[in-house]
């Protein structure tokens, strides 16, 4: 399956997602490409759209293969094997956590918008991005989900890895993917239009979750 822009991918992922889904729930969007998979979703079920300050650690050398991901608690999961693969020292591994933690910072500033943890303890999460590779950042996502008070947690997105996908199915309460593929290379291969998502679509894209939400 190949969709043709995360906006379509979302639409696809409200359809799946209509059956099960159980009011109430926050919708949380990790940015920047999962705030534009999540909106269809606000627009469906009117659903409040928080984002989740989480990313992924990289290191220089091999900037698309993440070794972990941090939350905007600085609580970071790191897998040991990419990092001996990686050949990453001790040093290199907190270099790259505080890079990722000023990134996350200069997030919350720019996009003004309240993090998830604002929304709990108490609703539901249904925690959405444009697809799991390694899913180390989703990982992430989910512990801060749980660690805040969510009632449950839905992991949705379009597409995932087989092994990023055993994993979700593994810790979530839900999970939901329309494409699992057990030769999976990369997130962008599953989409016709995969550009960069910016900080000033970002914004438009808060701004409208903002007027449709009934939560």
């Not at 999976?184 to 409208?208: C, I, K, N, P, T």
Request: glycine fraction near 8%; proline fraction near 7%.
């Amino acid at each position: 399956m190949t969709f043709r822009d995360r906006t379509e991918a979302g639409r696809a992922l409200g359809d799946a997602l209509a059956p099960v889904l159980a009011p109430p729930f926050v919708v949380g969007a990790i940015p920047r490409g999962g705030v534009t998979v999540a909106l269809p979703l606000v627009e469906r079920f009117r659903a409040p759209l928080a984002l989740v300050y989480a990313s992924k650690l990289t290191a220089p050398a091999a900037p698309e293969f993440a070794f972990g991901a941090l939350d905007e608690d600085g609580r970071a999961h790191v897998d040991t094997g990419s990092v001996a693969l990686l050949g990453l020292s001790p040093e290199d591994v907190e270099r790259v956590k505080e890079q990722v933690s000023g990134e996350i910072g200069r997030r919350m500033a720019v996009y003004g918008a309240p993090p998830l943890r604002a929304h709990l303890p108490g609703p539901g999460v249904v925690l959405v991005d444009d697809g799991l590779a390694t899913g180390l950042t989703m990982r992430v996502a989910l512990a801060y989900a749980r660690r805040h008070g969510a009632r449950d947690v839905t992991v949705a997105v379009p597409c995932a890895s087989a092994p990023a996908a055993q994993e979700c199915e593994r810790v979530a309460d839900r999970f939901v993917s329309l494409v699992v593929d057990p030769a999976f290379q990369a997130v962008g291969q599953y989409y016709l239009d995969f550009a960069s998502v910016r900080d000033d679509e970002v914004l438009v894209m808060l701004a409208r979750a903002a007027t449709l939400s009934t939560a």
